[in-house]
């Protein structure tokens, strides 16, 4: 049985910074690109990033800001947030997939998110 937890999420100031972090179970890890979404009370789920085995992609309201890393090691993946800003506010989820496929906002398994808020 697949499984991904998030965990890290929280209030925070803007300006400040997260680290959320995914753990996957019940999968061959090296396998999937792993990828971020995010979903906004009232709003539709949004592609934050993605990583494959070398590759990185972000929307480009985060580029900059986000970053995207992996362990195999250990099944695990980060979001490392800077620069937070009150329109980060969301659920975050973590999803396992093909890396095209959750560009486009498709993926074979996601967690239960993790609530990040941002005060102003």
């Known amino acids: 049985q697949v499984q991904l937890v998030e965990s890290g999420g929280g209030l925070v100031q803007a300006g400040g910074s997260l680290r959320l972090s995914c753990a996957a179970s019940?999968?061959?890890?090296?396998?999937?690109?792993m990828a971020w979404f995010r979903q906004a009370p009232g709003k539709e789920r949004e592609f934050v990033a993605a990583?494959?085995?070398?590759?990185?992609d972000y929307s480009i309201s985060v580029k900059g800001r986000f970053t995207i890393s992996r362990d195999n090691a250990k099944n695990l993946v980060y979001l490392q947030m800077d620069s937070l800003k009150p329109e980060d506010t969301a659920v975050y989820y973590c999803?396992?997939?093909?890396?095209?496929?959750?560009?486009?906002?498709?993926?074979?398994?996601r967690g239960q998110g993790t609530q990040v808020t941002v005060s102003s």
């Open positions: 990583i494959g085995s070398i590759s990185r």
């Open positions: 999803a396992a997939g093909n890396l095209i496929a959750l560009r486009r906002g498709s993926y074979a398994y």
């Open positions: 019940g999968l061959t890890f090296g396998n999937y690109a």
